[in-house]
């Protein structure tokens, strides 16, 4: 499958989202906190609604913090 990326659209929608939302590889403690907060955030609004627009952004977040604390849970 060929996708075609569209940087000039790509590149801003990125930043605005990325202003909105930490919604990035996390690197620190802080980010790690600030990322859980989020997804309590959207998890009081999403619950476990599949059809929520936002629900797959529940699960981006959640894969995002799951990465992060199998990566420094100490051994």
Known sequence: ???VLDVEKMVPAWLTLKSLAPVAHIESEADYERAT???NELLDEVRD???H?????VAVVGDLIE???VE???R
Request: overall charge negative; hydrophobic content about 45%.
């Open 49 to 51: 609604d599949a059809e």
């Open 1 to 3: 499958m060929n996708v």
């Open 37 to 39: 907060a989020f997804l």
């Open 53 to 57: 627009p936002l629900y797959s952004l």
């Open 67 to 69: 990465a992060y604390e």
């Open 72 to 74: 420094h849970e100490p």
